[in-house]
């Protein structure tokens, strides 16, 4: 199922369980589409951290939550992806990182960034034996000329 952009925002949502981390590559499990394809949302698994939108045009991220479950460091990159959507090794920005965190929430005021075809955000955890979410949100955004 792909994971297109839109004009109007939407969100990708990961879990990885208590024996897991997000790794920063795409989850294993199963993945659904919720709210008329405004949410892509993956089913638990122990590894994930992948998020990117399959659409032809830049997407701008404004809104980043994390749980961790209990006190853990978490870093969000930005990645090159390859023709097949994994991470270009060597081809990466960190975006942000903090350590004994259990909650991470930034939003358009301290987190604003445009991730274009063949990008994604990489979401790496470590230190928490919890379960843990993500939730990116992303939009296309447009401007027209007369």
């Known amino acids: 199922m792909a994971r297109l952009g839109a004009s109007h925002s939407t969100a990708i949502i990961q879990r990885a369980s208590a024996a897991g981390q997000f790794t920063g590559v795409i989850p294993t499990t199963a993945q659904s589409t919720t709210h008329n ?10 590894v994930g951290g992948l998020f990117f939108w399959e659409t032809s045009e830049p997407m701008i991220i404004d809104q980043v939550n994390i749980d961790l479950g209990a006190n853990g460091t978490v870093t969000i990159n930005l990645v090159n992806l390859d023709g097949s ?7 990466s920005w960190q ?15 301290n987190f604003k960034y445009v991730v274009l075809p063949k990008q994604a955000i ?10 843990k979410i993500a939730q990116i949100l ?9």
């Open 122 to 131: 990489q979401i790496i955890s470590s230190g928490s034996a919890s379960a």
């Open 85 to 91: 959507n994994l991470p270009v090794a060597g081809e």
């Open 95 to 109: 975006l942000f990182t903090q350590a004994g965190a259990r909650y991470v929430a930034l939003n358009e005021t």
């Open 37 to 46: 394809g405004s949410v892509y949302e993956f089913a638990v698994d122990t």
């Open 138 to 146: 992303g939009m296309i955004e447009r401007a027209y000329t007369h």
